[in-house]
């Protein structure tokens, strides 16, 4: 029996092989920063002939697609449609229309899913029905013949909003009378979220509502869905800044990490650069592996040595970068609501991208 | 190297925690090191006493069961604290009165198969990542800690015991969900289906149902509003000074159709939907504006019928209406959003760094 990751992707356009590059990283790691247990013993997923960990890649960009080959994207002509109906379409199309060809490719490649997730009921419903399905194919076998697989996700961005929804309602809702994955019946052994933006895309259930919680949450262990749940987030990075996730009387089984600060690419918000800094791969090792993966020796070396990383060779343009960043999530912060979220987003993207073009 | 390794093989040594209360750990050190859980314990190992609980299992006697691990973990020798031997009986206990009271339903297979009254991860135990400490019965009344202080016969009386029976209530519970899976199965299903089938939707429509929509549901929406919806449409009308249906009386033509306001249910299994809208008719030529109704029958017919007032010779053209519900034949709006995404993503071809 192996154990379960479950690793599911933020916004934008995604193909079938998104997480082999993920993949990469975690088997790469043990190698960068000399993680003896790991090399000694197959890395994270464990050996041939000791199989500790399958990491499963889930998407739901599919949902989007869809859409995108039904519709246009003459957002002037929708957002007056739908004003002419009395429908409320929200203020960023308005903003769109100012923005710069960078903010508008960025809108289009990537942060439209998020408007798109948030805003229609149905691409929701559809995007979390597929999560939940994708779920079950993979933890009901695991399990047949009395198995007891730990089960752990890890989601990123608009990821870790889609992933919540799947798993509060998973866990709460009856499947046509069937209460199999509910809490009390299913328990996920760790919950990894990386630029957490839950809680500004939230709808219903509600983050701080739901059974998406560790069993030491004040609420009780009675509908806990979770033994732990990790929140990573990049000083940096304006994605998490709007409405940012910090749960209050969750106990020793909620673990925030929020001391990475590190600029080594300007795209801050991308997954890789998360999981590279040891102070997020550390935790989900050995969360994953036991305390036996890193030890605390190899975790003071390995957090010297990614600080020690040269930063792009542009300093001007990264105190550039950096001073946009801070100023960028001020103003997100203010706003504290999707809107405010989708608009940093697409800023940020933009900001990175023309960071990374003058850097050249 | 090779009698450095045999002799750990062969030797007790402690276990920590860990490889005592996490069954992934346990069947490490089973397969590497057996000599460390040592001879008296090696029978009692978690996957061992699954393997006994097998044909009770498939009979349905899970009451039995657990009254059997009551009764041994009654006699159990560990020195188990007071506390603890008591939180883990109550635990046996109330494991106990829930299959017992399923088990004296008139329905214990359907309970069992959506998987009500039996708290299935009532054993889990939960391993701290940095202390190493084990607990069991986490956050509740009863919860246990073992670290690694503890007595190991004491942590491997309690986890061994916790694992088995948290495997057994993971048998328990697999018939639902298998059940369980293959309703999501369905339902993804569904959704393809009411993705490749239904009725298109511009955005002000889809923004409309979507406001009506629970975003908590599993199931596709079981109906659709249409809303000032465009298409492009084949219109057979009567020729300038025809009279009769006859198909040579009848003229060929593209029209553009706009649904005011319609209503769309669909079918079990999203295949197909049956619907009604209002028509107008906006020909390029020389006809006036139309008005009537479309009747939907799934995607392959939209037939409608709109009236028209007479023309100054005193003939009425009215005419009936085909539309594909292609809604890339409208304008060149639906390949647009595709277009920038695509001239968008070459622009942005190189990651940033």
Known sequence: MANLLFVVHGMGVHGADWADSVLATFRRLPDDYGYKWLKENGGIEGSNDDRRLDIVPLSYDRVFDRLAQQWGKDSKALRESAHENGISIPNVLGWLERASEVEHNFFWTHVVDVLMYRFFSIVTADARTRLRAALAEKIEPAMRDGEVPEISVLAHSLGTSVMHDALALLGSQPIDGNHAFMAGNLLLSNVFMIANVSRVLETSPAVFGSVVHPQTAASGAADAYVQRYYNFRHRFDPFPAVRPFGPVGWGAGYTAVEDCERVLQFNVHDLEHYLNDPRVHIPIFRALAGSKAVTKAEQTRAIAAYDATPEPRCLDELHRFETTMERLIAVASAGADPESAIIAATQFLAAAQEAKDACH | ?353
Request: proline share 7%; glycine share 6%; hydrophobic share 40%.
């Open chain 2, 1 to 353: 190297v090779g009698g450095a390794l045999l002799l750990w093989s062969v030797v007790a040594r402690p276990t920590t925690p860990e490889e005592d209360c996490r069954l992934t750990d346990l069947r490490s050190t089973i397969r590497r090191a057996p000599a460390a859980i040592g001879a008296a314990w090696l029978p009692r190992v978690p996957d061992s006493v699954y393997a006994h609980m097998r044909g009770r299992m498939a009979s349905n006697e899970w009451v039995f069961l657990v009254d059997s691990i009551r009764r041994d973990f009654d006699a159990e020798s560990a020195p188990i604290p007071p506390g603890d031997r008591l939180a883990f009986a109550r635990e046996l206990d109330a494991l106990r009165g829930e299959l017992s009271v399923v088990m004296s339903l008139r329905d214990p297979a359907e309970r069992r198969n959506n998987a009500v009254g039996v708290r299935q991860v009532r054993f889990r135990t939960s391993i701290d990542p940095d202390t190493r400490d084990a607990t069991i019965f986490a956050a509740t009344g009863d919860q246990i800690t073992l670290t690694t202080s503890t007595d190991q016969d004491v942590r491997r009386a309690l986890c061994y015991r916790a694992l088995a029976l948290d495997r057994m209530l993971s048998a328990y519970g697999a018939p639902a969900r298998l059940d369980a899976r293959e309703k999501l199965e369905e339902a993804v299903a569904e959704w393809d289906a009411y993705g490749d089938k239904s009725y298109s939707q511009y955005p002000w429509e889809l923004a409309l149902n979507s406001a009506r929509f629970d975003a908590k549901a599993i199931h596709p929406p079981r109906d659709q509003i249409v809303l000032m919806h465009p298409a492009v449409s084949l219109e057979l009308a009567q020729r300038p000074g025809g009279t009769g249906p006859a198909i040579e009386n009848l003229h060929r033509f593209t029209t553009v159709t706009v649904e005011p306001v319609g209503y769309i249910s669909y079918r079990t299994g999203y295949e197909w939907y049956l619907g009604a809208s209002l028509l107008v008719s906006i020909p390029e030529k020389e006809l006036p504006l139309g008005a009537g109704a479309m009747a939907h029958i799934g995607q392959a017919l939209n037939v409608g019928y709109v009236f028209r007032s007479r023309d100054l010779a005193g003939n009425r053209r009215d005419g009936i209406i085909v539309s594909a519900d292609l809604l890339q034949l409208f304008t060149s709006m639906p390949k647009l959003w595709r277009e920038n995404r695509d001239r968008a993503l070459s622009q942005l071809a190189t990651p940033i760094p």
